[in-house]
């Protein structure tokens, strides 16, 4: 049911409209009215103005089988970059970009799927439950647009996130996540007249590193110190140093213990040299989920698989997406693989027989979802 050649030539056609996080607009308006000619009613919120972005999210609504609890279908519309100017080259069954830029498949592949079954639906006159298809912005730069997504214009409270790579897998755990930004103060002083006045900030640094626990904690938990930056002169002592990192945990208790220990380990290495000092800031950049597999939306996932002669495993992610944000908002989502492959570089490529197995999972998803809530 679903269209091999339609669902690629809207791929190819996406992939060709520019989209960077907060330059939504123009693909913002062709999907708007392509779906509007399905006969969805479609609207956007104003999280573009949150975010000093073109445009908010999309939000169309359609209608469904009475008595059926809507479900939610969600991509976000922006790329990373470089991802102006896309030329995607068509090898056989794989598309991936010249090499000049990304190839945008995270996620246009996951917009294109979503088109694709709505289309499908509409054309045939299948039973589906009402569909809030969201697509939106700002996904690549802390999931801003699911962070304002105007949840009272989507009547949907579960459903699928398409945003991931291998179809063989739905992703219903991810980690949360801290950004911890450390300023090691010392004081100046000139290192060869006068080194015994001079605090060495980059040394504290060091001392501080030393000590951390970094990489895979343990088989939930993560942790890296990626940027440090400090000194001004070879004949100067160091009197400021800045140290950027991130800890990540599957486990609430295990991301706070080692955002702790980093923090501790920065508070201890000051405290050894009087007239130090730390200033550590801690943000919180999201959220872990954690969907279980007993509930509705997975229940449907595994049926409608099983239906459609595939497989569909369930798996924790090392990153977040926007079903991080939009579990947390109190929906039920869980994150379907599409395809995409090496995102984030200019490698990136996917196969159509991918995206289009994920389109027929989603179809046969769509109609045992039609049912009335029991
Ligand atoms: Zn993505």
């Known amino acids: ?34 779906l509007r000619a399905l006969g969805a009613e479609v609207e956007f919120d104003d999280a573009g103005s949150k975010v000093d972005g073109e445009v908010g999210n999309l939000i169309a609504r359609f209608a469904g089988a009475a008595g059926a609890p809507p479900l939610l279908l969600c991509a976000h519309m922006d790329t990373v970059e470089p991802g102006i100017g896309v030329k995607p080259v068509v090898d056989g069954d794989v598309i991936r970009s010249d ?32 569909i809030d298809v969201v697509f939106t912005i700002c996904e690549e730069i802390g999931l801003q647009g699911a962070r304002h997504l105007d949840l009272s214009k989507v009547r949907a409270r579960y459903g699928l996130v398409f945003d991931s790579d291998a179809v063989g897998c739905v992703f219903t755990r991810a980690p949360g996540s801290n950004h911890i930004e450390a300023v090691v103060h010392g004081r100046a002083a000139h290192a060869g007249m006068a080194p015994e006045r001079g605090i060495n900030a980059i040394q504290i640094a060091g001392a501080a590193l030393a000590a951390m626990r970094l990489g895979r904690i343990d088989d939930e938990t993560t942790a890296n110190i ?12 160091p009197d400021r140093v800045t140290m950027r990192g991130e800890a990540r945990s599957h486990d609430t208790a295990k991301l706070a213990a080692q955002t702790e220990h980093m923090c501790a380990a920065l508070r201890d290495a000051a405290a050894r040299h ?22 509705p939306i997975m229940q449907l996932v595994r049926a409608a698989a099983t239906q ?16 991080n944000i939009l579990n947390r908002r109190g929906l039920q989502v869980v994150n379907l693989g599409t395809g995409m492959r090496e995102i984030h570089t ?29």
């Open 308 to 323: 459609v002669g595939r497989q569909i495993e369930s798996a924790g992610m090392g990153g977040g997406c926007d079903a």
């Open 274 to 295: 009087p007239g130090a000092s730390v200033e550590i800031k801690v943000e919180e950049t999201y959220q872990a989920m954690n969907v279980g597999d007993d509930t």
């Open 99 to 130: 090499g000049t830029t990304v190839l945008g498949g995270d996620d246009k592949s996951g917009v294109a799927i979503v088109c694709e079954c709505v289309r499908a639906a509409h054309e045939r006159g299948l039973a589906v439950p009402p």
């Open 226 to 237: 990626g940027i440090i930056e400090g000194g001004r002169a070879v004949n100067i002592v």
């Open 346 to 374: 200019t490698s990136e490529w996917l196969q159509v027989s991918d995206m289009l197995s994920a389109a027929e999972v989603t179809l046969a998803l769509m109609q045992l979802a039609a049912r009335p809530a029991s």
């Open 1 to 34: 049911m679903i269209d091999r050649d339609r669902l690629t030539r809207h791929f190819l056609e996406l992939v060709q409209i520019d989209s960077v996080a907060r330059h939504e607009g123009q693909i913002a308006r062709k999907l708007a009215d392509d």
